[in-house]
């Protein structure tokens, strides 16, 4: 039973335009959600969260959108660098912090093209 | 900020030994750490939470007599692979927690032949 969904296996940006990668969850107990940047053979990088009290957090290029009712959630990077391609993955919890167990999406290969 | 660091980094293995991972924070005193697995192109799955000084924690289907975990101070988690076969080679990842926020370790490969 996959609690947190990417849809999207990978996803291809021009650089200088905008990412949106996506994930959706079924557990209504989420209220904590993250998401990491992983390169092949590395342990994930935290990139961002949001708790369920919000809607919107921005910090520099990223920005995680957060609609409960829905249950869903979307990274946006803008704009787009070469840089940020790399595998993204989005995580819940369900005690309202980033330190405890997290539940990840199945990832999506971002590429951004020079 | 943090470190958490993984030892060793990748490891083969014939079928039928045992295999022991390392997990350390460099910097910070972790609390509870807890162990991941990841198999090609899926998702991060949780096989089990450690808290320092107690029996771990471990997730359904996930059998605690072949992956023995250990948390036996603040800095540091080791989990063994005991009788290793090619279906446990994967990619295995600690993080560790403070109570404030987790970090990631980088990953130990596991080719178990």
């Not at chain 2, 470190?3 to 924070?25: A, L, M, N």
């Not at chain 2, 800095?75 to 600690?94: N, Q």
Request: some cysteine.
């Amino acid at each position: 039973d996959q609690q947190v969904k990417q849809n999207s296996p990978s996803l291809s940006v021009q650089e200088g335009r905008i990412s949106i990668l996506n994930c959706d969850y079924t557990n209504s107990m989420f209220d904590y959600f993250l998401w990491y940047k992983k390169y092949p053979a590395e342990g994930p990088t935290f990139l961002i969260s949001i708790s369920s009290i919000k809607d919107k957090n921005e910090d520099g290029r990223f920005t995680v959108f957060l609609n409960k009712s829905a249950k869903h959630l979307s990274l946006h990077i803008v704009p787009s660098q070469p840089g940020d391609s790399a595998v993204y993955f989005c995580a819940a919890n369900a005690g309202g912090t980033s330190y405890g167990k997290l539940t990840f999406g199945q990832g999506t290969i971002l590429t951004v093209h020079p | 900020g943090a470190v958490v660091s993984q030892h060793p980094s990748w490891v083969i293995c014939k079928s039928g030994t045992s295999v022991k991972i390392e997990c350390r924070s460099l910097d910070f005193q972790a609390t509870t750490m807890f162990w991941y697995r990841q198999f090609p192109k899926q998702s991060l799955m949780l096989m089990a939470t450690s808290n320092e000084g107690s029996k771990a924690t471990y997730e359904q289907g996930v059998e605690k007599d072949k992956f023995l975990i250990n948390h036996a101070s603040l800095t540091l988690s080791t989990l063994t692979v005991t009788s290793a076969h090619p279906e446990d080679s994967s990619f295995y990842i600690c993080s560790a927690s403070n109570q404030e926020t987790q970090y990631f370790g980088p990953g130990t490969r596991l080719l178990v032949l």
